[in-house]
């Protein structure tokens, strides 16, 4: 549990709000308790929830945030800074630095390996659109064209960027030096009624993608995961599947790794192709991401292609699917 302090006022909450909103997080009240009100945040298939308290005199209050991810808990103090800096704040330097937790999750020194797989995920929080795993396998004697390049983390370019990369990456490293899997909305659906927990499905595609990778390259013997869940939920995944002697890293922002930044692009621009795919078979626009935008295209959708095909554009357990159907 953690708290912040924060300028109470209608405003102020007005724009803590708003900024979350922008960062793709609903926020609903939960209830009202004595001296604040409970709230709900919820971004694709995660819920956080937070306790705004009112002072007495109704100029200064806290944030209690009782359960959230590592996520949240960066955006929310990044926006609570941002509100009080812009309502003057006198002290708003006290929020310069991110919200820490005793079990956040530690940000490790990546090891220089010679010869490593890097691999990575992404569509994970997209209402629209499948969920995607892709890994590399990476030689020094690909390292100096892949860095000629400016190759890093897939959400510091843009879509048409990642698409090209990705085409580029992949000729550069050549067929048996990445792998991906690519799990389609339907796919993705029937899965989760099966497992009901979305990083247990990007575990095993990432072990599966993982695995390929060191068949066809038996040499390699290190593999760095950007970290996406507990440690053990991965190395549960690979235990018994891969030869021992096999090391694996897992750290947040394992794009820091040349061989996981590439993966990352290579992952974005497939996620691109899916997405024009879509709007090709869809006949409209269909935006990343789970913010209102996402629920007024989905309305569009079930209205245009009845409601039984949502199925075969969105993950359906998310809880965008409730307000999509609420028109």
């Known amino acids: ?3 912040i302090k924060f300028l109470y006022d209608e405003k102020g909450k007005e724009l803590l709000f708003s900024t979350l909103s922008k960062q793709g997080w609903k926020i609903t009240i939960d209830k009202s308790i004595e001296y604040g009100t409970k709230y709900l945040a919820i971004k694709a298939d995660t819920k956080c929830r937070f306790v705004l308290y009112q002072s007495k005199n109704k100029s200064y209050s806290k944030i209690v945030v ?17 509100v009080n800096e812009a309502l003057g704040d006198p002290n708003s330097k006290d929020n310069k630095q991110p919200i820490k937790k005793s079990n956040q999750r530690e940000i490790k020194e990546i090891p220089a390996f010679k010869i490593r797989i890097g691999s990575d995920e992404t569509g994970k929080g997209d209402y629209f659109g499948p969920v995607i795993v892709a890994g590399v ?3 020094k004697e690909d390292e100096e064209s892949l860095k000629n390049l400016g190759i890093s983390d897939s959400k510091a370019h843009t ?7 990705k085409n580029i990456i992949i000729g550069i490293l050549g067929e048996k030096k990445y792998s991906y899997r690519i799990l389609s909305p339907q796919e993705y659906n029937k899965e989760y009624k099966k497992v ?11 072990g599966e993608v993982i695995k390929e990778l060191l068949t066809k390259n038996p040499e390699c013997k290190n593999v760095i995961i950007d970290q996406f869940a507990e440690e053990n939920l991965m190395c549960e ?3 018994g599947n891969i030869k021992k002697g096999i090391h694996l890293f897992q750290t947040p922002k394992g794009e820091r790794d040349l061989s996981v930044a590439s993966a990352s ?10 997405f024009n795919k879509m709007m090709q078979k869809a006949g409209i626009e269909i935006p990343f991401g789970a913010g209102n935008n996402v629920i007024k295209t989905a309305q569009t959708l079930v209205k245009k292609l009845m409601v039984e095909k949502l199925s075969e ?12 159907y609420k028109f």
């Open 237 to 239: 995944e690979l235990k």
């Open 196 to 206: 009901g927990n979305i990083n247990k499905i990007l575990a095993k595609m990432h």
């Open 137 to 139: 396998c990476l030689y």
């Open 1 to 3: 549990m953690i708290s």
């Open 265 to 274: 692009m290579i992952a974005r621009g497939l996620l691109v192709e899916e």
């Open 313 to 324: 554009f969105c993950k359906i357990n998310f809880s965008t699917t409730d307000e999509v």
């Open 66 to 82: 009782e359960k959230c991810t590592d996520e949240f808990e960066q955006v929310l103090g990044c926006a609570v800074q941002s």
């Open 159 to 165: 879509d048409s960027q990642n698409l090209k990369f």
